[in-house]
């Protein structure tokens, strides 16, 4: 079964979600994996706005110029397409002299904003007009002047803009600041009210005040009549509009046109409160600016710990070639587990359902350029167990975690999973250690061939394996080979599910069968330094590993 896409090999972070590795990050220093994944509850990692940039323009800013306004960039109305500031002739024969005018103009469909009466007055650009006579520096002088006109008349613009919107929303804007003030209002009565009861108990009044007072039934009977105050300026919104339409219907032309389309009616919803009711009510979006966050991890800023995972650069631009440093510099900070953390994947595996016995080829890549040692276990061997509490406890994942199991981010595939009973793994005894080259670069070896895996890899084969596994036997890892900065792990699993299991759960038929286990790097003794996780004083002759907890899913 092709896997190249799709991660059946999930890493399990501290807050025990399964993430795939591309998902996944590794605080500096840290003995646990963070999940990037944004829909677990609780998340593990806590976000933050460092600051934003135009998408259109790439200009960046911080995060309070970027709330405070927009970014001066709009978008077509009617197709979405970027509009330009464009300064023309007034072309009605009407006025006397080229009356220059500025406005919004869409080069895709020729829209404009003169449709919705947003343009500004240019004609200031006319008194600084070339004539045949002028002499270079007088010309010069022009030039500047005819800049600076230009960023007068477009900020006029934006000021129409912004007029022409505000009085759209004026009466929507007036409601809700009156519901508000009513709120208000009442608040400060009942706050009243009780200053004067403190000690009083109810007497004839009573009946009076509640009527006065702050009550649900008041707030709502309130809001009633506010929305019956808003449906009336809809439906008189309306009652000029069929007008409009019948008398356009004897010249039929035009009639499609000028109906908003359900996308328009969206789009502009989102800058005026009032539904757009004819081509003329729609004005130039917006373009938003494009937040830039950071993230940290939430296990470690609990320890007192920083616990940056990434960090963006304030230009967007950063790393790219068309700058002239830094190419490739993307981040202030990265910590991506890819970098750091061995890549392990399903390579093939077969299945036996009617025994429930599975074998699998694992397949442990090291990302880093220095060398790591490790070996692979079960989830709960005695070893593990042994060691001092420091160690993170086995995870007990979770069944709603097994639900929605994510194994491609791309493609957001979700498969569901069953987890494999705690029988087939108890037995599973860790693997010796095996020790992974530093990672080959492939661009440096452009040209030489591609490497063949070695032949007991070539030649593994699911169905022979599951073959020669008798009755008796117990699931269990095994070394296939190693080479360079790869090694292979062969995984038999057997009594995966026990029979009343695999006939009660019929709802699972689907779910892959989900396998926990155990990678264990030694840290220190020039392993694993790309973690720079320092080694535990501990005698020389004892290793400090690092436990990450995997789930590989199987079908
Ligand atoms: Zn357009």
């Known amino acids: 079964m092709a896997a190249t896409h799709e991660d059946f090999v999930l890493y399990v972070d501290h807050a025990n979600h399964l993430t795939p590795l591309t998902l996944a990050y590794h605080a500096t ?54 509009v330009s500031i464009s300064i023309d002739e007034k072309n009605s024969r009407t006025s006397s002299d080229g009356r220059l005018i500025c406005h919004y103009l869409c080069g895709h469909c020729q829209w404009s904003s003169r449709e919705c009466g947003v343009t500004s007055n240019a004609d200031k650009l006319l ?74 108990t109810m007497t004839q009044g009573d009946s009076d005040r509640r009527e006065n007072s702050w009550s649900r039934e008041i707030l709502e009977q309130s809001l009633l009549e506010k ?36 996308q328009q009616i969206a789009a502009q919803m989102t800058i005026t409160a009032i539904t757009p009711q004819s081509r003329s009510d729609l004005f130039p979006l917006p373009v938003y600016y494009r937040a830039r966050v950071s993230r940290r991890c939430r296990a470690e800023l609990a320890a007192g710990r920083t616990g940056i995972l990434i ?14 440093a830094g190419h490739g510099q993307w981040w202030k900070k990265d910590s991506s587990a890819v970098h750091v953390v061995p890549r392990v994947r399903l390579c093939r595996h077969g299945a036996d359902l009617a025994c429930q016995k599975y074998a699998a080829l694992l397949k442990v890549k090291n990302p880093t350029l220095n060398t790591m040692r490790l070996r692979l276990s079960g989830p709960s061997s005695p070893e593990v167990d042994n060691e001092e509490a420091n160690n993170p406890p086995v995870p007990l994942i ?89 090694a292979w792990v062969e995984m038999v699993l057997c009594n995966a599910a026990t029979d009343a299991e695999v006939s009660s759960d019929t709802t699972y038929a689907n779910a892959y069968l989900a396998v926990p286990l155990a990678l264990q790097v030694e840290v220190g003794n020039g392993s694993w330094e790309a973690s720079l996780i ?17 789930v590989a899913l199987l079908r």
């Not at 005698?539 to 990450?548: F, R």
């Open 534 to 550: 320092k080694r535990r004083d501990m005698p020389a002759e004892e290793k400090d590993l690092v436990t990450l907890y995997l």
């Open 227 to 262: 929305k019956q105050a808003m449906d009336t300026l809809f439906i008189s919104r309306k009652a000029n509009y069929p007008r409009e339409d019948a008398k356009k219907l004897g010249d039929t032309s035009g009639i499609p046109e000028n109906l908003p389309t359900p």
């Open 311 to 324: 960090k963006p650069k304030l230009n967007p631009l950063e790393g790219d070639t068309s700058l002239r």
């Open 29 to 82: 220093a840290s003995r646990h994996l963070t999940s990037g994944r944004s829909d677990v509850i609780p998340p593990s990692t806590t976000v933050e706005t460092d600051s934003a940039y135009c998408p259109r323009s790439l200009t960046f800013c911080d995060v309070a110029t970027a709330l405070s306004g927009d970014g001066g960039y709009k978008d077509c109305p009617v197709c979405f397409s970027p």
């Open 127 to 200: 008194e600084y007009s070339t004539s045949d006579d002028t002499d270079a520096p007088k010309e010069d002088e022009l030039e500047k002047q005819r800049g600076l006109a230009i960023i007068d008349i477009t900020r006029e613009l934006a000021v129409c803009l912004q007029r022409r919107i505000s009085e759209k929303n004026k009466d929507v804007d007036a409601i809700f600041n009156s519901i508000t003030t009513i709120w208000a209002e009442r608040e400060q009565e009942e706050q009243r009210r009780n200053r004067m009861n403190t000690g009083m």
């Open 398 to 486: 979770d069944k709603r975690e097994l639900q929605h199991i994510l194994v491609n981010p791309f493609t957001e595939k979700f498969v569901q999973g069953r987890l494999c009973s705690p029988n087939a793994t108890s037995s599973i005894m860790p693997t010796d250690f095996f020790v992974l080259h530093p990672v080959d670069d492939p661009f440096l070896d452009v040209g030489k061939g591609q490497e063949d895996d070695p032949s007991e890899v070539s030649n593994w084969d699911a169905t022979t394996i599951l073959g020669a596994v008798g009755d008796g036997t117990t699931s269990q890892l095994r070394i296939v080979a190693t080479k360079g900065d790869t």
